[in-house]
């Protein structure tokens, strides 16, 4: 057991005699007249006071078997059990020595079920040695639920009280190893006197911080005088002794991410301990690393990580002039390390100034506010790129990768592409590869999508299995992001399929069925592709259900050219079959009946297949309902059919599922404070700067309701128009946000379910607030009510709200929808008409109105002020049948031999108010060249200007 002066770590001793040095009690041992210096590390061994384990501890090591040692372990632990159980009270000695086996015992790997109120009981001996072994017990088996840990807690407080110094360290450090709610609620108090107390010894202060340190990281203490608690600890960056500041810094930071306004007093004292650090070195000589004479490195390090949770100082400030000359100061050191044609420096100074300055490019990256600094440490970074330890080349390409995030180096981090390719070809590390991944996803862009892409899909033949579904994953997402045409794109991914399938995972096939459905330019190419890849007899099963689906839908499209035939399309799915699962056999199955709609000639050959009783009579109940519904529905009507297995329409676009899997699968990072993905500040999206937020529609700024003044507001016009005649779609949509929604309108009621989707790789928005209303200002038009929504939105994942109306009187102007959120500590206003409009509360009448009872209604009505009449150019002349059309899906069916100009179209319909009642309405709309004029009458005064403007609009556009 070693004994160590109060400088350094536990101290541990036999009770020999204590001796004073200075003020500090601390162990002496005499041995032949000897006096040892208490400040050098002594070695004492106990094993001479306790016979019985140094006997013990030689027979396990005599042991040749696992049998032998089994029996060996069994009958000590049967001695021990025994001698605990005799009435006899055993002395300290002997309680030391048997808890001091059990101890060895559990090492060994041994379940230990006896002997804890033995060690307890240690706990309150006098002499130091038996103290120390019960602290030891404690330490290494009892956790935090154990039945005796109220007892050990009142233990550890009576120790922490006590004024030997030695017995302090002891509970520190049990406390420190065991940690937990029921034992931590019991000591925060007295731990937290210990740190702040200005008597207590320097080792002692240390040994206090880091059992806080515990406590904290498990969240289940609460602090008292918090504020006073947080300058005793934040002076603690600037003490003296190079020991505590080590421990105050990891404190402060755990404190930081907890109470960061309470703590940002930090700021200023970490930068000024970082510059005397640097500019004038260490006073403690065991804190000088190597020879070089580099201060307290480490110490560095933790502040360079405590400066990154808050945002960076004033520029102006002398804070921030001193924290400038903290980072040129890094610089000066860092880059003659990766100079070539030099003599290598030595390992440990070079490990010392990198940690240094990898941090600063941390620090550079999260401020995110230098172009200079972080165009200068992208060069250096890329320097490293061709160092010869792996460790190194890993690190630079990691801070390549963050620099790619901020606003100024991208352009600095495209000049080592190259580079950064050649890494990707040669190095053999699957983590260092990954990095370089990282690299070329940042730094990939619309110029170099294509090579960045190329070079990927060769590094995806040869890449290690670990590192091919995160490859695959960003593949499709620059390829989607950047890609010059469709039809590259859907190459890209089919190829993707080809290469990786089993890697493929169901969002990136179901979304290049998405570009397929929605794009009819690439319908036939893919169609080609996907029969060609399917020819493989071996090819993989996601390449089967996307070759299934798209010759479904588009097989017809190659049907003419003489090796793609239906007939050859079905023989070739019909191969597939036995060798897929359940799921994509459904899947063809569903594609077979596609074929008997697509292609009429073969719609008995594929009855016949569907009427097989191999299918029919399957084990599985999914395929045999399918093929006897099937086989049903092709036995129906032809017009049912062609119905029933119409195209499918297009899908929705979205690519945020893409995005969530992307960070889920990207590796867990133990520090929060060193880990990018987890900063509180300074997070920077791949795909939009802070500017982008607002797409088109940044206007002045506005005050958020109940908020604070916003830094820009944007609007959704450009989204807007289509609602007039369609219930569901996107609202907003921008590179990191999109908002979209689906209607539900019965009578005049009306819901509006709204989806919010964080398409930024790695930024969260916070502090969302929404807020509905009606611009008009009259309250009593329209009645609505909005549900809560998330605070926050984490990136890849979709929140909803529900929004409830009540028409209560015809309205002109659509609801509002006013989203406040922060992005990059910037507030942004979002103000969203919502698809709340007249029309959507139009119903047709039950029995629709002849000539004579429309002519009749027409003129009970009257003119002007229920009359209401508005002319306007459309873009190209409108025919007959196209205002129809439109008029239809406008909610106001067209009553046809009314009027006897045929080119004329007349509507009747019905507008359901909760206020006013239901609404009637007639309307003439009258086409002349490119000019159309609208006439609208109706029993509402008021409704008759708004129907007759709305219906102008969606005529016209």
Request: net charge neutral.
């Amino acid at each position: 057991i070693t004994v160590r002066s109060h400088s350094r770590g536990t101290v541990t001793c036999t009770s020999l005699g204590y001796s004073y040095f200075g003020s500090l009690l601390v162990p002496v041992v005499q041995s032949e007249g000897v006096h040892f210096n208490p400040r050098k590390i002594l070695r004492v061994s106990i094993m001479k006071e306790m016979r019985g384990l140094q006997t013990f501890i030689a027979d396990i090591r005599g042991c040749k078997s696992m049998e032998a040692e089994t029996k060996r372990i069994n009958k000590e632990l049967a001695n021990i059990r025994s001698k605990f159980g005799q009435k006899k009270a055993l002395s300290g000695y002997d309680q030391k020595k048997y808890v001091s086996k059990l101890v060895f015992i559990f090492l060994l790997g041994n379940e230990i079920e006896f002997g804890y109120a033995e060690a307890v009981a240690l706990l309150s001996a006098a002499k130091f040695s038996e103290k120390q072994i019960g602290y030891l017990f404690i330490s290494v088996l009892m956790t935090d639920s154990h039945e005796l840990i109220g007892e050990v807690a009142n233990a550890i407080n009576k120790d922490l009280r006590s004024v030997k110094e030695l017995e302090v360290c002891l509970a520190l450090n049990c406390i420190a190893n065991v940690g937990g709610k029921n034992l931590g609620g019991s000591v925060v108090k007295m731990v937290q006197k210990l740190i702040v107390a200005k008597e207590a010894p320097p080792f002692v202060k240390k040994k206090a911080t880091l059992a806080m340190l515990r406590l904290l990281r498990e969240g289940q203490v609460e602090l008292q005088d918090l504020s006073g608690f947080a300058t005793s600890s934040i002076q603690l960056l600037a003490d003296s002794d190079m020991g505590v500041t080590t421990a105050a810094a990891s404190l402060v930071i755990a404190m930081a991410l907890r109470h960061a306004d309470e703590f940002k007093g930090c700021v200023s004292v970490a930068i000024n301990r970082l510059h005397r650090l640097l500019a004038k070195g260490c006073d403690d000589m065991e804190y000088v690393y190597t020879r070089a004479g580099i201060a307290a490195p480490w110490i560095c390090v933790k502040l360079l990580r405590l400066l990154q949770i808050y945002p960076a100082p004033d520029a102006d400030s002398p804070t921030a002039n001193r924290l400038n000359e903290c980072m040129d100061l890094i610089f000066t050191k860092a880059p003659t390390l990766a100079v070539k044609g030099k003599p290598k420096p030595n390992a440990k100074t070079s490990n010392a100034n990198h940690s240094i300055f990898f941090e600063l490019c941390n620090l550079i990256v999260h401020y995110d506010n230098d172009a200079d600094r972080q165009a200068k440490a992208s060069a250096l970074l890329g320097r490293f790129l061709n160092d010869d330890h792996p460790n190194l080349r890993f690190l630079a390409l990691e801070g390549l990768a963050a620099m790619t995030e901020t606003s100024h180096s991208h352009d600095a981090v495209r000049t080592h592409l190259d580079a950064v390719l050649s890494s990707l070809k040669t190095e053999k590390d699957p983590t260092v590869q990954r990095r370089a991944v990282d690299v070329l996803y940042g730094v990939c862009d619309s110029d170099t999508v294509e090579k960045i892409v190329k070079d990927l899909l060769v590094f995806l033949k040869k890449s290690d299995y670990s590192v091919r579904e995160e490859v695959v994953l960003k593949i499709a997402i620059l390829a989607e992001r950047n890609a010059p045409n469709s039809q590259w794109y859907v190459n890209v991914i089919l190829t993707l399929i080809t290469m990786a399938g089993d890697h493929v995972i169901e969002e990136v096939w179901q979304r290049v069925l998405q570009i397929i459905v929605n794009r009819q330019d690439v319908q036939d190419h893919a169609a080609a592709m996907c029969f060609r890849a399917m020819l493989d007899p071996a090819c993989h099963e996601n390449m089967v259900k996307v070759g299934a689906y798209v010759l479904g839908e588009f097989g017809h499209l190659i049907a003419n050219d003489p090796s793609c035939v239906p007939e050859k399309q079905l023989e070739l799915l019909q191969t597939h079959y036995p060798m897929v699962s359940v799921e994509t056999r459904c899947l063809l199955l569903s594609t077979y009946v596609k074929f008997a709609n697509l292609f009429p000639e073969m719609r008995e050959p594929i009855l016949a297949v569907l009427s097989n009783e191999i299918l029919t009579k399957n084990a599985n109940s999914e395929i045999q309902q399918r093929a006897n519904e099937y086989g049903s529905l092709l036995r129906a009507d032809q017009k049912v059919v062609a119905t029933v297995l119409d195209e499918m329409p297009p899908f929705q676009e979205k690519e945020a599922s893409i995005l969530s899997k992307l960070e889920k699968s990207k590796d867990a990072i133990t520090d929060a404070v060193g880990s990018r993905a987890k900063r509180p500040h300074g997070e920077k999206p791949v795909v939009a700067t802070p500017d982008s937020v607002g797409g088109g529609g940044a206007g002045p700024a506005t005050p958020a309701a109940g908020g604070p003044l916003t830094a820009s507001t944007v609007n959704n016009d450009q989204f807007f128009t289509k609602f007039w005649t369609q219930d569901n779609g996107v609202l907003y949509e921008n590179p990191v946000l999109q908002i979209g929604c689906k209607c539900e309108f019965t009578g005049s009621r009306g819901k509006v379910n709204l989806f919010y989707g964080n398409r930024s790789p790695n930024v969260v928005f916070t502090d969302i607030e929404t807020r509905v209303y009606n611009p008009s200002g009259d309250e009593s038009e329209v009645k609505l009510h909005s549900g809560a929504v998330a605070t926050e939105l984490k990136p890849g994942v979709q929140e909803t709200q529900l929004v409830q109306c009540d028409v209560v009187k015809p309205f002109a102007s659509p609801p509002v929808l006013e989203c406040v959120l922060t992005f990059e500590s910037r507030r942004i206003t979002v103000q969203m008409k919502l698809p709340i409009l007249p029309n959507k509360f139009f119903s047709a009448l039950p029995n629709p109105l002849d000539a004579a009872t429309f002519g009749a209604k027409w003129k009970q009505i009257g003119g002007p002020p229920r009359e209401a009449v508005v002319s306007k150019n459309a873009s190209a002349p409108r025919s007959t049948a196209d205002l129809e059309s439109r008029m239809q899906v406008f909610n106001l069916p067209v009553t046809k031999g009314i009027d006897p100009n045929a080119q004329n179209c007349v509507a009747t319909a019905v507008m359901t108010t909760s206020g006013d009642g239901v609404v009637g309405i007639l309307a003439r709309v009258e086409p002349t060249g490119q000019a159309i004029k609208v006439t609208v009458r109706a029993a509402n005064e008021k409704a008759s200007p708004i129907v007759a403007n709305c219906l102008a609009t969606v005529l016209t556009v």
